[in-house]
């Protein structure tokens, strides 16, 4: 029997100019071939040691010291096995399925979620998709955004409507709240491309990709505005890192920049909604396209879900309350 292979051990110095970074940041920089969860489940376990001493992700370098890292194998992702999850069906035949996700559902296996994403409670749902490229899905939402999404269920739909997306053909419209006061609607019109130094993160930079979004205004609250937005084009996080570049991040996306704003004298609620709203207020409202077989016009609408309907009518008995006064 041949014995076990030991792990490797990957060594670096940290440059001095990376001092007063944290170090999960800084390791994502300096080990390439390896994700930030990755590297951050390292730091935790201790796999990966700062001058030989196990630290916390948030641990600050001062620069020269040696990092470690004894890399751990990555989940296996599951493309393949049925499993429970909780969507609607809204349409469904043949050759298509438009769903409407729950806000917190990963769409399909990858790094920190291996399994139990929408792709398996698919093929649970219907296991023919299991002979499509990934499973049918043909675009998708962030884990916290919620709202429809269309799969693919035969090979010429799967084409078709991947062709459709690239040509820009499938119409499909956002709801959200952002802090702050719009003037008005907008086209932002920005390439989006990764943020170096955090690999989860997207930002706008002259060398991303094209991305336009086309921003108009539902209505003002004291403090927030209901927007609707149109992609006009695909980029990961698009809707959430455009609205942030204007200086309007959406309620509740701490990661581009939400501080969880409040109008001047909140009523509790507001100032209870506001700061718990654990997601970043934006759902998928609106999908419509030519059915990739038939050729018919498929439009389909789902209201926003319970928390931010909720946001939306705290919001607006706020306005109210304010006018009255």
């Known amino acids: 029997m041949g014995e076990d292979q030991p792990t490797p051990v990957l060594e670096t110095v940290v440059p001095a100019d990376f001092a007063g970074q944290r170090v999960d940041r800084a390791a994502a920089r300096l080990f390439v071939d390896h994700s930030r969860t990755a590297l951050t489940r390292c730091l935790k376990s201790g796999a990966l040691t700062v001058d030989g001493e196990a630290v916390k992700p948030n641990w600050t370098l001062s620069g020269g010291e040696r990092l470690e890292l004894r890399p751990e194998p990555e989940p296996v992702e599951d493309w393949t096995s049925p499993q429970a999850a909780a969507f609607a069906v809204l349409h469904e035949d043949e050759d298509v399925l438009v ?5 917190g559902l990963v769409v399909h296996p990858g790094a920190g979620n291996p399994d139990h994403t929408l792709v398996n409670g698919l093929l649970r749902h219907r296991p023919t998709l299991g002979g499509l490229p990934r499973a049918g899905i043909v675009h998708r939402l962030d884990q916290n955004t919620s709202g429809l999404l269309v799969v693919a269920a035969s090979p010429a739909a799967h084409r078709r409507l991947a062709r459709a997306i690239r040509g820009r053909r ?46 108009s205004l539902l209505a003002r609250f004291r403090a927030h505005t209901h927007f609707a937005a149109e992609l006009e084009t695909g980029r990961t996080h698009q809707i959430r890192v455009h609205m942030a570049s204007i200086g309007h991040p959406l ?32 759902h998928a409202t609106e999908l419509a396209f030519d059915h990739p077989v038939s050729g018919a016009r498929l439009h389909l609408q789902s209201p926003p879900p319970k928390d931010l309907a909720e946001l939306l009518a705290v919001l607006q008995q706020d306005l109210e309350d304010h006018d009255d006064a």
Not at 99 to 103: L, S
Not at 200 to 213: H, I, L, M, N, S
Request: no cysteine; proline share 8%.
């Open 251 to 282: 309620v509740g996306d701490k990661r581009y920049g939400a501080r969880g704003r409040l109008p001047r004298a909140p009523h509790p609620a507001v100032m209870l909604t506001v700061r718990n709203f654990n997601r970043q207020a934006l």
């Open 170 to 215: 499938l119409l499909r419209r956002y709801v959200g709240v952002a802090e702050g006061l719009l003037t008005g609607g907008q086209i932002i019109d920005r390439p989006v491309g990764r943020d170096p130094f955090r690999r989860t993160k997207q930002r706008v930079r002259k060398d991303g990709r094209p991305a336009r979004t086309k921003i």
């Open 99 to 103: 769903i409407d996700k729950p806000a």
